[in-house]
């Protein structure tokens, strides 16, 4: 038969035109901005990641993390990204948040460091979000360091649902 149109809808939002809509990407850690992990196989199953979009399977082990990606985040109540105050390279910088411009601090390299914990560390400072001064105090500020492997610079990254993820310092 033919296939027909269909008609009303609102088609998901596809940044890169890569056939992938991004809440989609979130979801499974891949990139709503580059349209080159298309055709990757992150689980190795012999079908492309637009392929496991098409037949609704999972791209990769479910989880919507895959380490040693890089993500945009954003913050779910603004739609703002995670930002370097003042554009610093800086140690000790504030990570602040500012308005999307995908541009490379706003981009962030999640890497699984064990037990479910990943460093989170900007593509453009090279330095990772840390507590500063490894406080455990409610309005401890957010800073960029270089990783060493404290706690305070570890996160979990847990799906909460609809594309969103709860980070939280361990």
């Avoid at 309005?139 to 799906?159: C, K, M, P, R």
């Amino acid at each position: 038969g033919n296939v027909g149109m269909v008609k009303g809808g609102v088609t998901p939002l596809d940044s890169d035109k890569d056939g992938m809509p991004d809440m989609w990407e979130y979801f499974y850690g891949l990139n709503p901005y580059s349209n080159s992990d298309q055709n990757e196989d992150n689980d190795s199953d012999g079908y492309t990641n637009v392929e496991e979009y098409l037949n609704q399977t999972e791209p990769g082990d479910g989880d919507g993390i895959l380490s040693d990606r890089t993500y945009l985040i954003i913050a779910r109540h603004s739609e703002q990204s995670l930002d370097i105050k003042d554009k610093s390279t800086d140690e000790g910088t504030s990570v602040i948040q500012h308005t999307q411009q995908k541009i490379s601090r706003q981009f962030w390299s999640i890497t699984n460091v064990g037990e479910n914990f990943y460093s989170i560390i900007n593509d453009s400072s090279s330095l990772c979000i840390d507590v500063q001064d490894q406080s455990d105090d409610d309005s401890a500020l957010i800073v960029q360091n270089t990783y060493t492997g404290v706690e305070s610079q570890q996160w979990s990254i847990d799906f909460i649902g609809e594309g969103y993820y709860k980070i939280i310092n361990r």
